[in-house]
T-cell receptor, first 110, second 114 residues
Framework: GNSVTQMEGPVTLSEEAFLTINCTYT??????LFWYVQYPGEGLQLLLK?????DKGSNKGFEATYRKETTSFHLEKGSVQVSDSAVYFC?????????FGEGTQLTVNP | SAVISQKPSRDICQRGTSLTIQCQVD?????MFWYRQQPGQSLTLIAT?????????ESGFVIDKFPISRPNLTFSTLTVSNMSPEDSSIYLC???????????FGQGTRLTVV
């Protein structure tokens, strides 16, 4: 079956630090890949997506590239802010089903 | 995109009681999804609700415990029945965007069972 594996958290960074959250997946066919963000006390919001190999999704300074050869979709941001503190979920869609990773808690300190 | 209103946003319930969560979408959608997010965990799909047919439940979830209604293309309810403290979680409804591959989520219902 499909699966998504995220790097273990929590991750704590200082403001303006570089962020990488690793995500690898296992799936049949050609899934679409997503990063969702969950701010404290809220539901999930789509952060970015990529629907085919070598696509780069980007939003709010975050980027992730769909790497089929390494089955990865790592999330990066060059300079994090305190407001980026949240839980980040990597996910894939195959057919109508979404499969989520475990989530990574990010805390950014001023 | 789709805007999803979910209520209640939170509740504290006594064990043995039931809670019904409502999910309203601002557009017609074929499938609606219900997820559970236990404390510190990822999302687990409970069931998929199609209008006009019974919901399809994932392994480990049964209709008697989580009955779902889907009376029309914009609305669904999930009931958590005979609650125990282990049911304390965030429950989220979700829909797929028309013509998109992404999913949209309600803000969630934070349930605490005491």
């Amino acid at each position: 079956g499909n699966s998504v594996t995220q790097m273990e958290g929590p991750v704590t960074l200082s403001e303006e630090a570089f962020l990488t959250i690793n995500c690898t997946y296992t799936a049949t066919g050609y899934p679409s890949l997503f990063w969702y963000v969950q701010y404290p006390g809220e539901g999930l919001q789509l952060l970015l997506k990529a629907t085919k190999a070598d696509d780069k999704g980007s939003n709010k300074g975050f980027e992730a590239t769909y790497r089929k050869e390494t089955t990865s979709f790592h999330l990066e941001k060059g300079s994090v802010q305190v407001s980026d503190s949240a839980v980040y979920f990597c996910a894939l869609r195959s057919g109508s089903r979404l499969t989520f990773g475990e989530g990574t808690q990010l805390t950014v300190n001023p | 995109s789709a805007v999803i209103s979910q209520k209640p946003s939170r509740d504290i319930c006594q064990r043995g009681t039931s809670l019904t969560i409502q999910c309203q979408v601002d557009s017609q959608v074929t499938m609606m999804f219900w997820y559970r997010q236990q404390p510190g965990q990822s999302l687990t799909l409970i069931a998929t609700a199609n209008q006009g047919s019974e919901a399809t439940y994932e392994s480990g979830f049964v209709i008697d415990k989580f009955p779902i209604s889907r009376p029309n293309l914009t609305f669904s309810t999930l009931t958590v029945s005979n609650m125990s403290p282990e049911d304390s979680s965030i429950y989220l409804c979700s829909v797929e965007g028309r013509g998109d591959t992404e999913a949209f989520f309600g803000q969630g219902t934070r349930l605490t069972v005491v």
